[in-house]
Structures are given as structure tokens and as C-alpha cells.
């Protein structure tokens, strides 16, 4: 682990939703992300429920922490008591603040909610506090600088509201300016993160592993997700340009993408480059490869039908597939995907097709197709059509994943 | 809150690729939601990067807790260090386990790796601890038993893998067994979930908000998701049964699921049983709507065939969608969503079509159709076809779950 990061950041989130698994914690992420290009990253992180136990984590990292960042507790409801607690722990008083208490009654009246004493208590701002307006909900946030406060010594601390739609615009607009004053400048220290596909992690670090661990000062993380491994490096820009050569001499077009973006996004920008058009047919990946390409914003200009053809009769019908070939061959074929992926590409006169037919379960394997057997045809305008059988045994969402994603490479490779 | 849960849980996740926000925690929602029927609840979750950082969160939560679950650090490479220090921290020798080891070593063989002395590492068991095989890794969960170090006092410790895939079949199979053993029993208190479309959370709360806090002992939680609410509920079967009752009476149809079935779920097991099939013809959802119904196991029984016809072209060559209809109307039109779904249903002969077109954005929208409007249509054999306009203005990923919520929601509703 590097020791390039001067500043102890934590993170405390308040929500019984999140404790009793009824949602994900995504602040968490957002922030880490938000705060890494200063050089600042999360060293610990709490999640306690909403009432008085935010009391206690916040009294335990008070000493261990330069940044603290509690997420929720700040709403109108009994439970909602983050504001009150970090008051009395800090030896602050709470003042009624005229201006919050304004804006939020500007924003009940346009709503036509009346307020109450719960609503009003929102406006309540411990002394020398600095008040982040909400554009998007009632409670504003606040910043309390480092030893502003009767404590002999106390860190940067930030309240924010924990509904993500109105943390997120705040903490950029707000609380990232204030970072920026409070970070000392000079970390040269940088992430960069590699996309393959193709390849699984073990083979990934058996061919760049050892050489990139021979780099000193590279910190190095693997992330295997779904016919996908995420390569993440932290360094310094010297040792990041020496482990990049290495990465791209040994990986080549295995990586598909080193800003961020996803398979998809690769797929429809190289397809808009070059003016060509995709259709594509679908029986096992029921609309989830459509989604995904459509899921990009512009995929409007290459994207021109998906046929979801998960009966035999709207194979034939809508495909054109010959009956005799699914009769003699059965829907998972080889021989059926190259028709769907032909018929498809004809019927919508597009440059490309993508064509999809296995068994996704949990029902419905055979000795011969075994469960999680799929076929994937790319037919392509002036080019003979390829045919790839993959296995992928998992559950529903994961075989969609796999092979949607397996699809997706093919047209990539093709399109190098 | 109620004080029904008298055993204190912490959920200590190690892993820097969360606190880096890589990757969101889905252990502290898996877990919560596996112990809630034994009547536990996890009281606080930490999260600390790899390395040496677990140490002093266990020895912090070793004072607070009855049981304790720590996430990750089990594995070969060095920053794997969970097993060491938690033997470290307890006074307990690790002992080189030659079960372990043995199925650690056929496991790399089946595979084709070679054992090294990174590997060998995994085999080490703290002295006292209850090994959990792990059925899709290398790395054993370990289990220590309360009081059985050589502390004083110490809680219930289950050390578990990190990879989900791992840890999730482990956790059912070994660890809920030996909760079951340790929670005593009697603890009456259950948890009901009811799922609402089609109405927002003040207005479900307006509805019957007031009257369920008047039912002494029910802890109450809302969580709004797109194009739907979940309405929490916990408490002793008396209270919940009165809760159930005043829910039925307020939301009535509202209510579409109580055992957490999601919407596509409660429309197909619809279809079903009445024997119908359903066809989807998407411009503006692109594949999302079919993805959805498609992700249910069992959906092929029902579901024929979808069609994405992105392009104007598409919808007339593949729907029978007048060309004229399209030019006087647009795309994005009541006339347009209409003969989509009557245009699909023939063509696939189908009882049900669902039809969508909209603008998702980001870009795209007029001041006669802003961003975010959706027509969606629901043609149906021997009734009259339904359209309904709806405006989502949000990012492309909300406004298909928003959309397609709506359609399936409206699919359900002609089915009661």
C-alpha cells in the first residue's frame, strides 16, 4: 500500500435500510470516486442505524479522522437526529437559521405541503457552520471546519443528506470546492484502469502480474466481473507510463478500454466511426443485448431493430429461418444461429448482425446442450458469418451477462 | 426502534476495491437479510481496506459484539491477511489443516495450477476453529465459537471468503445451521414487505402512514424506488396482522406484491395461469421491457417474441405501422404506440401486446415532446387497445426502469 495519502478520510453511513439489506450502500462509491483525484482516499468506512448510534461512531472517529463525511440523519423525522447529536458532541449550540428556514418554506409551498415543527427543525445550524443549500430536498448540508470547534482539536467535518439524488450534486458543487482548499496540492499520485475482455483474471496476471509487481511504487488491483476483468493501477506518473507499456505489450487488444467505458459504449462508438449499422436477434439473452446497446446515448444512429425471437414460429416468421433447419438441427444450434443472425441482417439491411440462441435455465438442458450451451453468430455485409459456441453455466442474470458480453467482443474484434 | 434483537451483530467488509468505490458492498445486504428470520439484525458494518487495517477493527469489535462477521482477506496473495491477524489478536497458534490442504490441492489440479507457498497459506486453521469447506474456492470459511480463545470473552467469529459466489453459498449451507444453534429461540418478530406501483411515498404515507403508527410495537419503513414503493414493516404477528389490514384497505390494488416478488414476476405467474402470452414491441424501452419479463424462469411458457424497431423502417416493415401514421402523428405519438401494439400482437399472435415510444434523451426532446415523454400501449385479443401518456424526465437507465414499470403495471391491472 502506498503512503502517498497524508490525510485519514471516514465515512459514516446513517440508514436502518441499509443495515436491515434492504438497499445498497452507493454513497460509499460516489464519494471514494469523487475524492480520489485530490489524492484523498476513504480508509474507513461505518454504517450505523438511523437514531442515536451515529453518537457513538462519531465520537470514535473524531479522533482517528482529518475528514469525516456522515451521510444521512438530517430529515424532518424523530429519527433524523445526525444534526442534534454532532452538536452536543462538539460542544455546539444550534441556531435557527432564517435563510434555510426560507428556502424551505419556499419549497414546501410550491409542493403545497405545510409545515411543521419537524419540517422547521431543518433550519436548525450548529454555530460556525457552514450551510451547503439543497438544490433538491429540504435539508441543506454542513461544514464544519477542522478545529472550529470548542473541542480542542476536531477534523473537517461534512453532513449531507441521504437521499443520493441531492448528496451527489451537493458534494460535487459544494463540497469539492471546499476540499480543493482544504488538500495540500502535489499528490502526482494517479489511478488508471484497464477493460479486458476475453481473458480470465488468472491469465491476466500470469502474463503481466510479476512484471508490473516489479515496478516500484505501483499498487495494483484485479476485478473480475462478468466476462470481464477490471485491471486498476495507483502510482505516480512515471511508474504508471512504465506499467502502461508493459500492460499493452502483453495484453494488446485484449483491452478494450482504458477511460472507463464499457463494452457497449466501445462497440457503438467504433460503429458510429465508421457509419455502420447493427440489428440484432435474440432468443436466450431475451432483449438484454438490445438493452445494452441501447443503453448508450446515440446508439439511435447504428442501432436499427432487435427481433427477440423466442418461439420457433417468430423465428421463422420474423427471421426467415427455415423450419426444416430448426427441426433437424434444434433451436440451439450452430446452424440456427447463423440463420437468425443472416435473417435478421437482411431483414433490417443493416452491416451487422448479432444473433443469440442457447439455454439459460434452470430449466431445459439436454446431454447434448448441456444447461448454459449458447450459440452466438455474427453476420456481417460482404464477410462470411461467424459461429461461436461458448458454455456459461450460471443463473439467469449472469448467463445474459456472459453472453451478451461474448456477442458484444466478437463485433468488437471484428471491428479492429 | 425496537429492542426485540438482543445479540449485537457486526459486519466487519474488508476489501480497498470498496473503499475505493470500485465496487458496490453487497455482503451487508446479503446478510442482513439472511439472519432477519432468525431475529438478528446487523447493528453496525465497517469496512477497512486490505491489509493489516482488519486488526484494529476486530479488536474494537471483539468489546461490542456477540457475533461477529468478517468479509474477505482469506485469500493467497499478501494483502490476505484476516486469517493471521484474527489468530494473532486471540492468542491462537494456526495449525496447517491436511484436510484443507488436501482439497485446496486437488482443486488447483482439477484446474491445472500449481500449488505454491502463497497457496498452501489458505490450509492454515486457527487452533479451535470449525472449518467451512468452500464448495467454489480455495479459501475455507473458518468459525470461531464464543469464549473458546484464550480472551477472557469473545463473540461468536465467522471468518468468510470475499467473492460472493463464494460466500453467499457458504453462508446459506454452513453458517445460517450453526446461527440457528446459537440464537435463542422464541423471538416472535417478523418482517413484511409490500410491494406498490403505481402510487408515489407521500401519498402512501398520506393514505395509511398515520394509522399504522398508531398500532403499538410496528417499526415502519419506506423505500421508494423508481415507479414503485416498498413499504416495510416489522413487529410481533398481532401488530402485523392488524398492519396487513389497514394496508389492504388503503392501498387495495396498489399492493401488487407481499412476498417480494418483483413486478415481471406477479405479470407472468398472471399469464400463466390463465394461459395467455404476451409479445413486446419497444422503440424507446430498447429490450429493457423483454429483458425484464425474459428474466423470469418459466417465461418462455408465455412470453412469444419481442421487437426493438428503433428505426421508423422497422416499424413499418416488421410492426405493419402505416408510414403515414408515423409522418402525421410522430414517432413518439398515441396513434404511433397504438398500431405498435396491435401491429405486434398480430403479428405474433399473441393474447397481450405491450407497446413503447418515447424519448429517453439525452438529447432529442421538442416543447410538444419534451424529454422524458413515453406513450405506452397494451393491445389486447377481443378488447379495445389502451393508451397512456406519461412524462419521466431522468437519465436513459431510469427512464426504461420508470417506463417499463409503467407498462407492466398496466399489463397487471387489466389482468385482475
Same mark, same amino acid.
Given at each position: 500500500m502506498l503512503q502517498r495519502f497524508n490525510l485519514t478520510v471516514i465515512v459514516i453511513n446513517t440508514g436502518t435500510e441499509l443495515l436491515l439489506g434492504d438497499v445498497l450502500n452507493a454513497h460509499l462509491s460516489f464519494i471514494a470516486r469523487e475524492i480520489f483525484p485530490l489524492g484523498l482516499r476513504v480508509d474507513r468506512q461505518l454504517t450505523v442505524p438511523d437514531g442515536p448510534a451515529i453518537r457513538s461512531a462519531l465520537a470514535e472517529s473524531l479522533e482517528k479522522a482529518e475528514i469525516i463525511f456522515v451521510t444521512g440523519g #438530517?430529515? *424532518? $423525522? $424523530? &429519527? &433524523?437526529v445526525t444534526r442534534e447529536n454532532t452538536a452536543e458532541l462538539l460542544g455546539l449550540e444550534l441556531l435557527h437559521d432564517a435563510t434555510v428556514m426560507a428556502a424551505i418554506a419556499t419549497r414546501a409551498a410550491s409542493r403545497g405541503f405545510r409545515l411543521t415543527d419537524r419540517t422547521s427543525r431543518q433550519a436548525d445550524v450548529p454555530e460556525g457552520a457552514t450551510v451547503l443549500p439543497n438544490a433538491n430536498g429540504s435539508a441543506p448540508g454542513l461544514y464544519l471546519a477542522a478545529n472550529s470547534t470548542r473541542q480542542n482539536k476536531s477534523p473537517h467535518l461534512f453532513l449531507l443528506p441521504g437521499p443520493p439524488r441531492e448528496l451527489q450534486p451537493m458534494f460535487t458543487n459544494l463540497v469539492l470546492p471546499i476540499l480543493r482548499e482544504i488538500v495540500p496540492r502535489g499528490s502526482a499520485v494517479g489511478r488508471r484502469t484497464y477493460r479486458i475482455a476475453g481473458m480470465g483474471e488468472s491469465l491476466v496476471e500470469e502474463v503481466i502480474g510479476e512484471r508490473l509487481l516489479g515496478i516500484p511504487g505501483i499498487e495494483l488491483g484485479y476485478c473480475a466481473r462478468p466476462g470481464e476483468v477490471d485491471l486498476r493501477i495507483i502510482g505516480e506518473q512515471p511508474a504508471l507510463d512504465q506499467a502502461e507499456a508493459i500492460i499493452t505489450a502483453g495484453l494488446g487488444a485484449a483491452v478494450? %478500454?482504458? &477511460?472507463? @467505458?464499457?463494452l457497449e459504449e466501445v462497440v457503438i462508438k467504433l460503429l458510429t466511426e465508421r457509419k455502420q449499422t447493427l440489428v440484432v436477434a435474440e432468443s436466450c439473452t431475451g432483449g438484454y443485448l438490445a438493452h445494452r446497446v441501447t443503453s448508450v446515448p446515440g446508439a439511435s444512429a447504428v442501432f436499427l431493430a432487435g427481433y427477440i425471437t423466442y418461439s420457433n414460429e417468430a423465428k421463422a416468421r420474423t427471421l426467415n429461418v427455415d423450419p426444416r433447419v430448426i427441426s433437424e438441427h434444434g433451436a440451439v444450434s450452430n446452424e440456427v444461429a447463423r440463420a437468425m443472425a443472416e435473417g435478421a441482417r437482411k431483414e433490417a439491411k443493416a452491416t451487422f448482425a448479432l444473433a443469440t440462441t442457447g439455454i439459460a435455465g434452470p430449466g431445459g438442458g $439436454? %446431454?447434448? @446442450? *448441456? #444447461?448454459g450451451t449458447v450459440f452466438i453468430a455474427l453476420a456481417a455485409h460482404g464477410a462470411s458469418t461467424l459461429v461461436e459456441c461458448f458454455r456459461f453455466p450460471s443463473d439467469r442474470q449472469t448467463f445474459k451477462e456472459l453472453a451478451t458480453q461474448a456477442a458484444l467482443e466478437m463485433l468488437r474484434r471484428s471491428l479492429l
Amino acid at each position: 500500500m502506498l503512503q502517498r495519502f497524508n490525510l485519514t478520510v471516514i465515512v459514516i453511513n446513517t440508514g436502518t435500510e441499509l443495515l436491515l439489506g434492504d438497499v445498497l450502500n452507493a454513497h460509499l462509491s460516489f464519494i471514494a470516486r469523487e475524492i480520489f483525484p485530490l489524492g484523498l482516499r476513504v480508509d474507513r468506512q461505518l454504517t450505523v442505524p438511523d437514531g442515536p448510534a451515529i453518537r457513538s461512531a462519531l465520537a470514535e472517529s473524531l479522533e482517528k479522522a482529518e475528514i469525516i463525511f456522515v451521510t444521512g440523519g #438530517l430529515g *424532518p $423525522t $424523530t &429519527d &433524523d437526529v445526525t444534526r442534534e447529536n454532532t452538536a452536543e458532541l462538539l460542544g455546539l449550540e444550534l441556531l435557527h437559521d432564517a435563510t434555510v428556514m426560507a428556502a424551505i418554506a419556499t419549497r414546501a409551498a410550491s409542493r403545497g405541503f405545510r409545515l411543521t415543527d419537524r419540517t422547521s427543525r431543518q433550519a436548525d445550524v450548529p454555530e460556525g457552520a457552514t450551510v451547503l443549500p439543497n438544490a433538491n430536498g429540504s435539508a441543506p448540508g454542513l461544514y464544519l471546519a477542522a478545529n472550529s470547534t470548542r473541542q480542542n482539536k476536531s477534523p473537517h467535518l461534512f453532513l449531507l443528506p441521504g437521499p443520493p439524488r441531492e448528496l451527489q450534486p451537493m458534494f460535487t458543487n459544494l463540497v469539492l470546492p471546499i476540499l480543493r482548499e482544504i488538500v495540500p496540492r502535489g499528490s502526482a499520485v494517479g489511478r488508471r484502469t484497464y477493460r479486458i475482455a476475453g481473458m480470465g483474471e488468472s491469465l491476466v496476471e500470469e502474463v503481466i502480474g510479476e512484471r508490473l509487481l516489479g515496478i516500484p511504487g505501483i499498487e495494483l488491483g484485479y476485478c473480475a466481473r462478468p466476462g470481464e476483468v477490471d485491471l486498476r493501477i495507483i502510482g505516480e506518473q512515471p511508474a504508471l507510463d512504465q506499467a502502461e507499456a508493459i500492460i499493452t505489450a502483453g495484453l494488446g487488444a485484449a483491452v478494450f %478500454s482504458r &477511460d472507463g @467505458r464499457n463494452l457497449e459504449e466501445v462497440v457503438i462508438k467504433l460503429l458510429t466511426e465508421r457509419k455502420q449499422t447493427l440489428v440484432v436477434a435474440e432468443s436466450c439473452t431475451g432483449g438484454y443485448l438490445a438493452h445494452r446497446v441501447t443503453s448508450v446515448p446515440g446508439a439511435s444512429a447504428v442501432f436499427l431493430a432487435g427481433y427477440i425471437t423466442y418461439s420457433n414460429e417468430a423465428k421463422a416468421r420474423t427471421l426467415n429461418v427455415d423450419p426444416r433447419v430448426i427441426s433437424e438441427h434444434g433451436a440451439v444450434s450452430n446452424e440456427v444461429a447463423r440463420a437468425m443472425a443472416e435473417g435478421a441482417r437482411k431483414e433490417a439491411k443493416a452491416t451487422f448482425a448479432l444473433a443469440t440462441t442457447g439455454i439459460a435455465g434452470p430449466g431445459g438442458g $439436454t %446431454s447434448a @446442450r *448441456p #444447461l448454459g450451451t449458447v450459440f452466438i453468430a455474427l453476420a456481417a455485409h460482404g464477410a462470411s458469418t461467424l459461429v461461436e459456441c461458448f458454455r456459461f453455466p450460471s443463473d439467469r442474470q449472469t448467463f445474459k451477462e456472459l453472453a451478451t458480453q461474448a456477442a458484444l467482443e466478437m463485433l468488437r474484434r471484428s471491428l479492429l
